[in-house]
């Protein structure tokens, strides 16, 4: 495709439940990156992705939250035991390398009932 | 405190108004100075990336950098309805990886 997609565009879920989230980067993107956007509050960077590199999982809020990627291409993020707190915008990112403009996602906005 | 603050507005101009948006800044590592527009239930898109102190200018679009004073801004010239997005400022350090620390975003309204 043209751009990042991500999919759902909307989630809604239940206290406790675990949920999955999926980014879709711009084909030949080697860096992958996740971000939240809580109501009010700017991005925060969750984790990225560099090639075959280990992964910077530094921003990762608890150890509730995973992320995969396979190769260069899809990565999907999982919350499990969804909190109330963790209702928010999740963004992902590509760029071709690490020192390249990113281009963002539309978003996965996740509510948690 | 936070690494970088930015009002959240809103802050509304007439269209033609000269708009400016500041972020500041505590870590003085940071080196490379974003800002992204971003349209309500849309992903962020970059508008300028500067690295030096000083200015940079693309079409109605000013960015300057003060490292000294660690403080940012973006200037918007002959506003538009258009522009009507929330500003975000973005930064990160050398060899950060790409890890971007982002301002909470400035929502901008530009009235006819």
């Known amino acids: 495709g043209a751009g990042v997609s991500q999919s759902p565009s909307n989630k809604v879920t239940e206290k406790g439940k675990d949920v999955e989230l999926r980014c879709d980067p711009i084909?030949?993107?080697?860096?992958l990156y996740w971000y939240r956007q809580r109501l009010g509050q700017g991005l925060e960077f969750l984790i990225y992705?560099?090639?075959?590199?280990?992964?910077?999982k530094s921003g990762l809020p608890s150890d509730r939250f995973s992320a995969e990627r396979t190769g260069e291409s899809v990565s999907t993020l999982t919350i499990q035991r969804t909190q109330q707190e963790d209702s928010a915008v999740y963004l992902c990112?590509?760029?071709?390398?690490?020192?390249?403009?990113?281009?963002f996602g539309p978003g996965t906005r996740l509510t948690v009932l | 405190q936070k690494e970088v603050e930015q009002d959240p507005g809103p802050l509304s101009v007439p269209e033609g108004a000269i708009v400016s948006l500041n972020c500041t800044y505590s870590?003085?590592?940071?080196?490379?100075f974003m800002w992204y527009r971003q349209y309500s239930r849309k992903g962020p898109e970059l508008l300028m990336y500067?690295?030096?102190?000083g200015n940079k200018e693309d079409g109605r679009f000013t960015a300057q950098v003060d490292k000294s004073s660690k403080y940012i801004s973006l200037f918007i010239r002959d506003s538009q309805p258009s522009d009507s997005a929330t500003y975000l400022c973005?930064?990160?350090?050398?060899?950060?990886?790409?890890?971007?620390?982002f301002g909470t975003g400035t929502q901008l309204k530009v009235e006819l």
């Open positions: 990112a590509s760029s071709r390398g690490q020192d390249n403009e990113q281009f």
């Open positions: 084909s030949g993107h080697t860096a």
């Open positions: 992705f560099q090639g075959n590199s280990a992964p910077d």
């Open positions: 870590n003085s590592a940071f080196q490379y």
């Open positions: 500067t690295y030096s102190s």
């Open positions: 973005a930064m990160n350090t050398r060899g950060g990886g790409n890890k971007l620390t």
